[in-house]
Nanobody, 129 residues
Framework: QVQVVESGGGLVQPGGSLRLSCAASGFTSENSLVGWFRQAPGKEREAVSCINTFDSGTYYLDSVKGRFTISRDNSKKMVYLQMNSLKPEDTANYYC??????????????????????WGKGTLVTVSS
């Protein structure tokens, strides 16, 4: 049974940092695209960042470039999202999602979307003073 579980959310002041973790289990293949998505109240879900487990190719939403870093540990089947210089507009529920397969180059951005195969239940990030 496939499971995707996020952790690491919480309340942080503007300018602070958080690290989100995504634990995946139950997969028979190690080749996948793992992404972080977020949805704020009253807004549509958006793709924040994706990484492939093949060659660590990445995609970032423009508004988080230079502040967020996605990374992976294949041996532990973990993906992390380090979030620095957090802003109130980063407040949202953050979801980890997985798409099976190998996606490189331009296909990382194309496939980092709502049509992922498996989703976690989310972790809340609140940036407020």
């Amino acid at each position: 049974q496939v499971q995707v579980v996020e952790s690491g959310g919480g309340l942080v002041q503007p300018g602070g940092s958080l690290r989100l973790s995504c634990a995946a289990s139950g997969f028979t293949s190690e080749n996948s695209l793992v992404g972080w998505f977020r949805q704020a109240p009253g807004k549509e879900r958006e793709a924040v960042s994706c990484i492939n487990t093949f060659d660590s190719g990445t995609y970032y939403l423009d508004s988080v470039k230079g502040r967020f870093t996605i990374s992976r540990d294949n041996s532990k089947k973990m993906v992390y999202l380090q979030m620095n210089s957090l802003k109130p507009e980063d407040t949202a529920n953050y979801y980890c999602a997985i798409r099976m397969g190998i996606y490189t180059g331009q296909f990382i951005r194309q496939r980092c979307n709502g049509d992922m195969n498996y989703w976690g239940k989310g972790t809340l990030v609140t940036v407020s003073s």
